[in-house]
Structure formats: C-alpha cells, structure tokens
C-alpha cells in the first residue's frame, strides 16, 4: 500500500472510530512495514560502553562472532546494533555522514557485511536532532532524513535506532514521522526504533510510525533503575502488538552492578513484557552466569510468543507485583515478582489469568525447570528483588461446564445448591432416559464427573461416546446432601477429534445433579 493510501485507510479508520461505528482495532493501524512481528533480540553497545575508545569495529565484529560460537544465534539473538558516536562529528561536502575512521576503519557498509555474512542484521542510530546526544555532538537526522536514511540503505542497515537529542522544539510526531517515510523510500526494509523517552506518551502515536517506541529515560546498571522501568512500562500492555512494542530500554544483564536474581528479574520481566531483548553488555567479559539467564529459551519464549500479548498486572501490593501473559498456545506465563527488601510469599490463581477451568494444572519453573501440578493456587515464596515465572498449562485436561451441556426435556440449569463449579449444574428430569449431553474434544483416557445426590439412593446411568454405550448403569452414589459434591470416574477410550459424550438415566429417579464433565489424559 502506498503512504498517502495507508494513512488515507488509517484516517477512515480513525473517523469511523470517533464517529462511534465501529472500533478499530490498533494492530489495524501499525506501521506497515512487516518487520518485528515478534519484539526484537540482539545486541547494542551503549549500556556497555557509552562513547568509550573500546566502541569500535572489532568489538563489533567479536560480538557478532561471540553470537555465533556462544549460541546466542542459535536461540534468537539477530540484531547487532551499535549506538551514538560512530560518526565524524562534520558531513563530508556532499552532506553526507562520515563514520569516524579511528573506530571504523573500513566504514559502516563493511562491518554491515561483515554481519550479514554470520547470518545477523546489522542496526545504526542517529537523533531526531541536530545533533546525536553525546556532549561532542555528532551530526543528527533532523532536515536530513531522507539522504541519511538513503545512506543507511546502501550501507545494508537492518534497523534504526533515533534518537530525540536536539530536536530544535520540533513536533515529535512530525520528526518521526519524517523518518518512517524516509525509511520506506530507502528501498530496504529497516525496523525503526522511535527513542523519544516517553515524552509524548508514543503509544498512544506511533503504532503506525514505528515498530517501537521507548517508554522511558535511559535505564541504568543498578536495581533501583531497571525496577522504576519496569513500573512505568507494564500499565501500557494495550498498546503493544505484533511490529509495534513498547521499549523499556536496553538489557543490562552482565554488566555487573546487579545481584544474579536482579538479573533474572529484569531479563524475566522484559520478556513477560514483550520488550525488546537487546543485550547491553560486553559479550567479551559477560559471565557463565549472565550468558544463561541470556540464552534460557523457556523464558525467551515468552518474550519471542507469536500472540504478541504484553504481560498485565493482575494485582500489585507494597511491592508484590503479579503479571499474567497471554500465550499462543492458551498458556499463560505468570511472573511473581518481588520488589521489597524481604522474603514474601506471592499468590494468585489460575483463574485470575483466565487460562480457563481444569480439574488440575502444570507449573513449570521457567529458572529451576521444576514442575509441579496445582488444582488452582499459583504461589510461591519468593527472596527480595527475585521474580519467580511459571509457565501454566491445563494438564489434567478440560472442564466443560454442565451448565454447557444439552438437556433432555425437562432438564434444567439450577444454581440452588452451593458447592457447583462455574454458574450451575444441570438438573436432569426425574424420568428413564433423561439425559445430559457434552460436545467435547479429545483425545482422553478418563472421564470425571462432578455431582451431588442428596438422596439415599444412587442414580444409574448409561454413558455413551458417539452414541454407543460404553458403561452402562455406572451409579451415582449418595454424597450425603445436594450440596456435597463428588465425582464419578470411568476410564475411555477417546481418539483426538470431536466427540458427543452423554449421560442418560436408567432409572425413574432421573440423573444425579451433574455439575461438570471433566476430560483427562
Ligand atoms: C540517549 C539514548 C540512549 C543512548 C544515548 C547515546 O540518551 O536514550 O539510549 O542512545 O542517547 O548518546
């Protein structure tokens, strides 16, 4: 789609939503360059080593090298990007960018080449400016964008990061803006990474500028800075999607001036936040330690989900905080977190994530790799500053409601007796043949049926698969009252696929108060 049709589509979009018609979903007015469907994973050189003399052409190379022969590559890492001062601090006379010959000896296109020749993609930065931010003041984007975005395309850049020093007062959405459609007639595909610190609130713009936006200022090596990030990043969940994220800065971990659960909690974090995963340490000295909170593809999972969902935070009390994520796959990853300088048991449910009813569910430690199985409680003691994350999974199988269910004439959905699960039970009619019929999904092994019988004497059914009967007669014992609830259970046989499973009572006293049919492996 050209630029003037795209924002004409995303100005008929805009008018029909204010006039009230129709509400337009946000991913519908992303930026259309088809990058960053997943946040991205890489490297970027700042949080390391500022404009220090060791920012130079053969750092970048060793990392580039350092992705390859440490795995990194191999469990997502692509970007190697590198940051403010890798220019002279003039244009050449055609007004060109000139890459600072001390650092980058053989220019900006070689080292891109180089990149690409491991696999990787090679990102840049300039400032929505005059100038870039360092003090010395290199030449920044503002007025120039399309001659320097043309030069970053012939250069083989994947990826710009721009920054907001210097900008001159100018609007922010108008120099974005400005860029964005630069970019898009440099010919080369290159994800754009808006870095305008929260400013002006980018969420609520720049989904359709670009494919991220900083949320915040500059993070920092310690716990006090990277926690305050977190903070203000994770009420904008609404705001991110597949090719627009919020970016909450840069990863810190190996840096050295945060404790290991520090680390763990900011790497952790950010992938439940679905926040860029750019790794801001000197690869060279990071440590064992650091490189596997790095590479652990259990928690870059969350971060690499291709649902694109932000983590939300479903309750925060004095510092102890519970995010639930959306997975793909109806998951749901869930991070105890730990703000407070002392141990504290964190809790929710499985509920609250709304992963859906299960007779039982797997948490899998997504750290110590441990699972464990719970009917519902999600908690965990957890040390100050660490953050525990689970990834959740329905494993004894599904729950479909009786309430769900199909009844026979007569039948009914009551909710009198207390104790029932979801919103009712079904009340089949007192007669032979009354009956309760579930639409369910296989494969299975088990049937289990919640109930109550607050009669004396049990209440016989048949229960067929597919309309064959496959127990007959199977009783429904006496649970003492209607309001005590119990289970029956009887092995199956249920290939994958659709299936009809139904009850019908064998004698004149009708079905027991069924309350749910639970279908298990
Ligand atoms: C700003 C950005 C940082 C970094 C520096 C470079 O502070 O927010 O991420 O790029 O500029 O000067």
Known sequence: MSLSRRFASALAALALAASGLVLSSPAALALENGLLRVPPMGFNNWNSTQCKADFTEGMIKGIADLFVSKGLKDVGYTYVNIDDCWALPSRNSAGDLVPDPARFPHGIKSLADYVHGKGLKFGIYTSAGTKTCNKAGFPGGLGHEQQDANLFASWGVDYLKYDNCNNQGVDAQQRYKAMRDALAKSGRPIAYSICEWGQNQPWTWAAPVGNLWRTTGDISDKWSSMIGKAQANRGLAQYAGPGHWNDPDMLEVGNG????????????????????????????????DDFAILKNTDVIALDQDPLGKQATVLSANAGLVVYSKVLANGDRAVALSNETASTATISTTASATGIGAAPSYTLKDLWSKGTRTTTGTISASVPSHATVLYRVSSSGGTRYEAESATLSAGGTVDSNHAGYSGTGFANGANAVGSSVEWQVTGPATALTFGYANGTAAARPVDVSVDGTVVAAGVPFPPTGAWTTWSTVTRAVSLAAGAHTIRVTATTADGPANLDYLDLSR
């Open 257 to 288: 001036g945060m404790t290991t659960a520090e680390y763990r909690t900011h790497f952790g974090l950010w992938a439940m936040m679905a926040a860029p995963l750019l790794i801001g340490s000197d690869l060279r000295k990071v440590s064992e």
